[in-house]
């Protein structure tokens, strides 16, 4: 199984969590909530209001997600959904746990510290201009920001 923190629209309450949540894609298990150690600029960027974490550290906030569990058969999905490598890489980085909700966890499986390394999504292939773009450090694509993510089926 592959540890990932996911900050986008594969959220709980956002457009594309049907994705975790459906087990023809593979296993997918909700470990806790997170938000990374180091700073990220997260924008909502393009045409389709698509939420990207630059690959810039030390640049914008903490980003806010949710940490899962997932196996091989959901990961290569998941680099599929994500154009990885084109549009995101999958990189590790490192996750400060907020809530732990992998109670039914063995020993070795329960993170030992306060921070659990993690695949997640962002790009280094960004437009100059988004690092111009308002910084979030939590996703909701039906926030205040009023830039709603456009469903693939509606492209």
């Not at 023809?24 to 470990?31: A, E, P, R």
Request: hydrophobic fraction near 30%; proline fraction near 5%; aromatic fraction near 12%.
């Amino acid at each position: 199984m592959h540890t990932i923190f996911v900050y986008g629209t594969l959220k709980k309450g956002q457009p594309n969590y049907h994705v975790m949540t459906d087990s023809k894609l593979g296993k997918v298990l909700f470990k806790g909530s997170g938000r990374t150690v180091d700073k990220y600029p997260l924008v909502i960027a393009g045409q389709d209001n698509i939420p990207f974490l630059l690959e810039v550290p030390r640049t914008g906030h903490h980003i806010a997600g949710e940490i899962y569990s997932v196996d091989d058969q959901m990961l290569q999905f998941l680099d599929e959904f994500e154009g990885c490598p084109d549009m995101y890489q999958r990189t590790i980085k490192s996750i400060e746990i907020l809530d732990w909700e992998g109670k039914d966890d063995s020993p070795e499986e329960r993170p030992a510290a306060s921070t659990i390394e993690c695949f997640v999504y962002s790009t280094t292939s960004y437009k100059p201009e988004w690092l111009s773009l308002t910084y979030h450090d939590c996703y909701d694509s039906y926030g205040a920001h009023v830039l709603r993510y456009i469903d693939r089926q509606d492209r």
